[in-house]
C-alpha cells in the first residue's frame, strides 16, 4: 500500500520562499505521475502542478514562474519549490501519486500541509 509524507510547510511573508516535500513509500515510484494540488478554505483542491515520470511538469497559471516542481527517483520524493508568495497562495497543499493504468490506475495521496502566507 503506498503512503505519502508531506513536510516543508509553515508561515511566511508575501514574497518569501517555502520547499515543500513529498516523500513516497509503497509504490514503484518511477512509473508514476506525481502532482501538488492546493485547497483553501470554502474552495474546491485544485491541481498546482504536476511531473510525469518522464520529468515533463506543467503548472497552473497562477504558479506559473514562480513554482517549480522536481522529482528525485532515486529518492522516491516529489519537491514544489515555491518563490515570491502571495496571500492567495495559501492553502492546504497535497502531494498525489497516480500510477499507470497498466499497473492498476492507483491514486494515493499524502495528509497534506499548510501554507500560510501572511504579513
Known amino acids: 500500500q503506498g503512503q505519502l509524507v508531506e513536510s516543508g510547510g509553515g508561515e511566511v511573508q508575501p514574497g518569501g520562499s517555502l520547499r515543500l516535500s513529498c516523500a513516497a513509500s509503497?509504490?514503484?515510484?518511477?512509473?508514476?505521475?506525481m502532482a501538488w494540488y492546493r485547497q483553501a478554505p470554502g474552495k474546491e483542491r485544485e491541481l498546482v502542478a504536476l511531473i510525469n515520470p518522464r520529468h515533463v511538469t506543467n503548472s497552473v497559471d497562477s504558479v506559473k514562474g514562480r513554482f517549480t516542481i522536481s522529482r528525485d527517483n532515486a529518492k522516491s520524493t516529489v519537491d514544489l519549490q515555491m518563490n515570491n508568495l502571495k496571500p492567495e497562495d495559501s492553502a492546504v497543499y497535497y502531494c498525489q501519486a497516480e500510477g499507470p493504468f497498466w499497473a492498476g490506475g492507483k491514486n494515493y495521496w499524502g495528509q497534506g500541509t499548510q501554507v500560510t502566507v501572511s504579513s
Open positions: 509503497g509504490v514503484d515510484f518511477r512509473i508514476y505521475s
